[in-house]
């Protein structure tokens, strides 16, 4: 079984900056693609950000230019720092992995979720 574990977010005002991080841990083999998706209230979870095993990054064309999505192999672990934000960007954040376990089946594990709140 693998767990992410989510860290960051909160409250900040509009054009401020947040650092979200999520922290994959359990019986992994490796870590394809590690994402980060949100839901504000109302509305459909959308695809913010993703990042492949070799770097390879894909963004919303809402955050292009805004969000950066990285991750550090060795330690199973994904960042969004998000920059210039903006009301509309209020909503809850998850992470998600994609891969393989140690004892064969793929997993596809989501975080726990946290707030973003961008006051205007």
């Known amino acids: 079984q693998v767990q992410l574990v989510q860290s960051g977010g909160g409250l900040v005002q509009a054009g401020g900056s947040l650092r979200l991080s999520c922290a994959a841990s359990?019986?992994?083999?490796?870590?394809?693609?590690m994402g980060w998706y949100r839901q504000a209230p109302g509305k459909q979870r959308e695809l913010v950000a993703a990042?492949?095993?070799?770097?390879?990054?894909n963004y919303a064309d809402s955050v292009k230019g805004r969000f950066t999505i990285s991750r550090d192999n060795a330690k199973y672990t994904v960042y969004l720092r998000m920059n210039s934000l903006k009301p509309e960007d209020t909503a809850v954040y998850y992470c998600?992995?994609?891969?393989?376990?140690?004892?064969?089946?793929?997993?596809?594990?989501w975080g726990q979720g946290t707030q973003v709140t961008v006051s205007s």
């Open positions: 998600n992995a994609e891969g393989d376990s140690d004892y064969g089946p793929s997993f596809g594990s």
């Open positions: 359990g019986s992994i083999f490796s870590i394809n693609a």
């Open positions: 990042i492949t095993s070799g770097g390879s990054t």
